[in-house]
């Protein structure tokens, strides 16, 4: 082999010696089919870009003599692999002499693969020793070799390689001890002891991992059978390896021996019967935590829960027993537990007399981290409040785990020991119901699904409010689900079902207070008007919209509530509330703010959502929305005015943009409603929404007649044109923008008029009725022309042309989208461009000009992909793939097709269809 480092990327063709040989060429077996050919590529393959001589191959094919024809054969096999080796232009096996060499990436064939991991693995590169380990040694599929002829040279050969997988093998489980697994791995080390038992490092290996898992005694017993069996089969003693380890676990066996004249103090609460669920978090618990583990969430998520079930699984882990403290730090007394009254506690656990007991708290947390630092044990820290409780309680030493629960985010404890916190977020599905499954029993979850379903989507699969359906529904036994779901849902406050009058730790509206409790006078506030908040997720400024405070205010109040565990901040920038504490947040803005002020909140969020959103409606089209004079008050709420930026925006607020329409119709804001539904339309045109679009369009039409707003009747009634005449009812269509002309007319909204106008010219295009298409585009010209619309003029022109195209006048076309075509450009109108060319194109493919058609196409499809117009770039694609089509550039159609339909699949758009019958035909 000539040493090249294995190259990155995919290749077509791979070998594979790690157990049977063979060829794969992308995924598929090619062969070799028989035990000699598969000697000859072995060998080829072992001495990579080296030549293998006639002599070698045929003293491996033949031991015991070979005949006459030996050479023959051989270049008949090297022929053969030849065949399979063609077509790959990476591969190649050259004749040298008299023999052959084989050449190729060593990263095509699994045993250089496996090296080089190796060799990356003991280096420690990314992704890590253990990974790295991992995916070398799943690259063994048996003993290497397994098929091929020649026994004798082959087990030489196979000797050497197994060697190599040993080797890899005792490493990845050295590392796996080292990482804390020692407990996983001592299964699959005895196992490997009883079969090599010779190797001293498997044994060595085995010691320490039982040692590691409080097993000392079993690992000095196998010591001692290993000596003996190497003193009486081989004559030899022990390596340094397994004497260093012997010395090691004699000393630690003696500090166990110690142990046993101090207490092992016991003190977690009983598990949790049948606990589910939280897989991952367990494993991160496990493996991922550190010395110092943070589990937080909010209230209810099911963090003591968690918390007793972890330490009872890893309490064996830990010889010198287990120390609890429940910190009350968010207790509905509201008394959190001082550090030093804990301290005293775990000192008298650990054996320390009360006159020793020091009285100050500071010489207090030396005792206890001096006596720790003689131990291996774990400290569950349950409800803590904030770092200051919980600083003076943590050991000096790793060799103790500690594990803390909090619904404060304790940032400072993280950052100064580097922590990862494990968050709890509510259970997935199928984990919710486990947990009911569990308490009221399976039989009777099964016989109820649908129940259990609404069950579940009522509690919002918070862990809490899980329990108390479940106590209340184990409660009467006999009673059905549905009953109990439909009392949830029919419950006019919605966290009147989880509750316990007699317990207090199984009662939502008290483990919420908690929190609530704790908030500064700002904070609180924040979080009542939170509750009224109706979409998904917020941000800092939607939050100053409701609390009507500088945004810095806002995101000082909402860390707050964060560090509390009231809100979330799942992703930059943007924040939640779980369901059930926004139900109990707008509980508390009920009680305690007056409807006015209410009223006020959810006003000032909708003014800043209207003017952000007519921003960015502005900045993704060229073309103005109809001006009825009447805006919002108010700043934008991060206003973009870039065309990417902007698109992105109306992604992330889409939720809370279609929720508003509704919320502002609902709480008789109309002309919010109204006017949110125009400015939607922009965007949600571009994503081909059309249930989206008639829903809010049909919401909208409904506030305009509450107020009585002919501009808000027009736009309304030319939303639902639109929608109609793309996707419905073409008759509806018409109706309803035959009334916004009249009521644009009212209002003398000439831009209006235009572009219903043009909704008019799709219209009737699509039915093939041009000539009135044509008095539509016509009639759109004037009315922008009067107007001051450059932009709609564009539009207008190019749509004339467009009709006089299909009216069969391709001149009269040309010139007029060209006239559409200087416009675009003079004022930098991109959208208006690539439409205009889009037209230009179809018209020269008419007159036979295919190669002006495919250019003025290409640069409209450049175009639309830029300004992220995916209904019109699939379109102007379609048209592309029509001209390559009629020029008889086949390959060139059906590529652009495929890019159109790919679009149009993606938006769920119904011209895929079409386009997919283009390709079937082509």
């Known amino acids: 082999m000539d040493g090249r480092t294995p190259a990155a990327g995919p290749v077509r063709t791979r070998f594979r010696v790690l157990g049977p040989v063979e060829i794969l060429r992308d995924g598929n077996a090619l062969g070799p089919t028989t035990a000699q050919l598969r000697c000859v590529l072995a060998l080829l393959l072992l001495d990579l870009g080296r030549a293998v001589t006639a002599e070698r191959l045929i003293a491996a094919l033949w031991p015991a003599g070979p005949p006459a024809s030996a050479l023959n054969t051989v270049r008949v096999y090297v022929t053969r692999l030849r065949r399979l080796l063609a077509g790959d232009p990476a591969v190649a096996l050259a004749t040298v002499g008299r023999g052959w060499r084989l050449d190729c990436d060593p990263a095509q064939v699994d045993l250089y693969r496996f090296r080089d991991l190796v060799s990356r693995a003991r280096r420690g590169e990314a992704p890590g020793t253990g990974p790295l380990l991992d995916e070398a040694l799943r690259l063994w599929r048996g003993p290497a070799l397994a098929d091929i002829a020649g026994d004798e040279w082959r087990e030489g050969l196979r ?74 089969e081989l004559g030899v003693e022990p390596g340094p390896g397994l004497q260093r380890e012997h010395r090691r676990l004699l000393g630690r066996s003696r500090e166990e021996a110690a142990r046993l004249d101090r207490p092992v103090p016991h003190q977690l609460p009983a598990d949790i019967a049948g606990f589910t669920g939280r897989a991952e978090e367990l ?75 020091p009285a100050s708290a500071e010489a207090r947390s030396a005792l206890y981290r001096s006596l720790l630092a003689e131990r291996r044990m774990l400290v569950v820290l349950d409800n803590a409040r904030d770092e200051d409780q919980v600083r003076p309680l943590l050991p000096g030493t ?48 099964d016989a109820e699904p649908e129940a259990v379903a609404r069950i579940i989507d009522r509690c919002a699969r918070l862990p809490l409010a899980l329990a108390v359906v479940a106590a209340r529904a184990a409660g009467i036994p006999g009673a ?50 939170l509750g009224l908040h109706w979409g998904p997720d917020f941000t800092a400024e939607a939050t100053a919209a409701l609390t009507g405070e500088p945004p810095a205010a806002a995101r000082l109040a909402l860390g707050e509530l964060v560090r509390l565990g009231l809100a979330g901040e799942f992703r930059s920038g943007r924040f939640r509330l779980h369901d059930l504490l926004a139900a109990y947040a707008a509980e508390l803005a009920a009680a305690e703010d007056g409807e006015a002020a209410r009223r006020d909140a959810v006003e000032r969020l909708l003014d800043r959502l209207l003017r952000s959103a007519d921003t960015a409606a502005a900045a993704i089209t060229p073309f103005p929305l109809a001006d009825d004079g009447d805006h919002a008050s108010g700043a934008a709420l991060a206003a973009p005015e870039r065309r990417e930026r902007a698109a992105a925006w109306f992604e992330s607020e889409r939720a809370v943009l279609l929720g508003a329409v509704e919320e502002a119709f609902k709480q008789e804001f109309h002309t919010h409603a109204w006017q949110l539904a125009r400015s939607l339309e922009t965007y949600l045109r571009r994503q081909n929404s059309a249930a989206e679009r008639e829903a809010v369009h049909r919401t909208a ?44 007319g009212t209002a003398g909204d000439w831009n209006g008029q235009a572009d219903t106008c043009l909704v008019l010219c799709v219209l009737d295009g699509a039915a093939g009725e041009f000539a009135a298409t044509l008095e539509h585009a016509v009639r ?3 009315l922008y022309a009067r107007a001051g619309n450059t932009a709609g003029r564009i539009r207008a022109l190019n749509n004339i042309g467009f009709c006089h195209a299909r009216l069969g006048d391709p001149a009269a076309a040309r010139d007029h989208c060209l006239a559409a075509l200087d416009l675009a450009v003079g004022i930098g109108d991109t959208i208006g461009e690539a439409n205009v060319l889009d037209s230009l194109g179809t018209i020269e493919a008419q007159l036979g000009e295919y190669a002006r058609s495919v250019e003025h196409l290409s640069r409209a499809v450049e175009l639309g992909s830029e300004a992220g117009e995916r209904n019109f770039t699939a379109a102007a694609l379609t048209s592309l793939g029509e001209t390559h089509a009629a020029a008889g550039q086949t390959g060139e159609a059906r590529a652009a097709w495929q890019r159109a339909a790919e679009i149009f699949d993606e938006l769920g758009h119904p011209g895929a269809a079409a386009v997919r019958a283009r390709l079937a035909g082509s």
């Open 480 to 529: 059905p689900l549905d009953g109990l779901a439909d009392e949830l849902e029919a419950g006019t406050a919605p966290l009147d079902g989880f509750a316990f009058a007699d317990d207090s730790s199984m009662d939502l509206r008290s483990a919420f207070a908690c929190s609530y409790r704790a908030l500064s006078p700002a904070a609180a506030r924040t979080f009542r008007l």
């Open 398 to 445: 790793d060799a103790c785990r500690v594990l803390i629960t909090a619904r404060t985010s304790l940032a400072g404890l993280v950052a100064r020991h580097g922590l990862r916190p494990v968050a709890l977020d509510v259970l997935g599905r199928g984990d919710a119901r486990d947990l009911l499954a569990e308490r009221i029993g399976a039989r009777r979850a």
């Open 283 to 357: 494993a991160r618990l496990d493996h991922d935590a550190g010395p110092v583990a943070v589990v937080t969430g909010i209230p209810g998520s099911g963090k003591t829960t968690l918390a007793v079930h972890w330490a009872h699984r890893a309490a064996g882990d830990f010889p010198d027993g287990n120390l609890w403290a429940d910190l009350r730090g968010f207790d509905p007394a509201g008394r959190a537990l001082d550090p030093g009254v804990v301290l005293g506690v775990f000192l008298d656990a650990l054996g320390v007399p009360p006159a020793q007991v």
């Open 701 to 744: 039409l409904r506030a305009a007649e509450f107020a009585n707003s002919v501009p808000g009747l027009a736009s309304a009634h030319l939303g639902l044109g639109m929608v109609q005449s793309n996707h419905g009812d073409k008759a509806e269509a018409r109706k309803h923008l035959e009334q916004a002309l009249a009521h644009f």
């Open 159 to 232: 000797t050497g390689l197994e060697e190599e997988r040993l080797a890899a093998l005792e490493d990845r489980l050295a590392h796996d001890i080292a990482a804390g697994a020692a407990r996983d791995v001592v299964p699959e080390l005895a196992a490997l002891v009883a079969d090599h038992p010779v190797r001293e490092r498997p044994a060595q290996l085995l010691m320490a991992a039982l040692g590691a898992s409080g097993r000392t005694a079993e690992a000095l017993a196998l010591y001692r059978k290993t000596r003996q069996f190497l003193v009486d």
């Open 780 to 782: 759109g010209l004037d």
